[in-house]
């Protein structure tokens, strides 16, 4: 496992999502990171019981917001590839572009879900 100093770039796995962004604490297990760029929009539903949409609790899942800090297992940390993180909006927005391409892809209940949830952030993120 890589360690990594304060104000380090990385790309760190936070729940179902994928972020860039800066060390700002090392708290022993886990690094506090400063989220500066999406790399990959969080998945939409329950995570305990991916792909149901029945008997489930369908959740709505939002990306983390530019300069949120997040306590983040250090296995999840690795380092980032680039010289500068993208800029925020615009990780955002391919991101959630990404995640609905693949969403329409197979034409299922849960897929359609997702796509409602998606559209719903999509309003909220950018009005």
Do not use: C, W
């Not at 770039?9 to 800066?22: E, F, R, T």
């Not at 927005?93 to 998606?118: C, M, W």
């Amino acid at each position: 496992m890589e360690e990594f100093q304060i104000g380090d770039l990385v790309k760190a796995h936070y729940k179902s999502g994928i972020y860039i962004g800066k060390v700002v604490e090392d708290r022993n297990r886990f690094y506090l990171v400063q989220v500066l760029a999406v790399d990959k929009h969080p998945m939409q539903g329950d995570l305990h019981n991916p792909g149901k949409t029945e008997n489930v609790f369908f959740h709505q899942r939002k990306a983390l917001s530019y300069l949120e800090k997040a306590n983040i297992q250090k296995e999840a940390v690795h380092p980032f590839e680039g010289t500068e993180a993208p800029d925020y909006q615009t990780s955002l927005k391919e991101s959630v572009d990404k995640l609905r391409k693949k969403l329409e892809r197979r034409e299922t209940e849960f897929n359609e879900s997702a796509k409602q949830q998606l559209d719903d952030l999509e309003k909220q993120y950018f009005g």
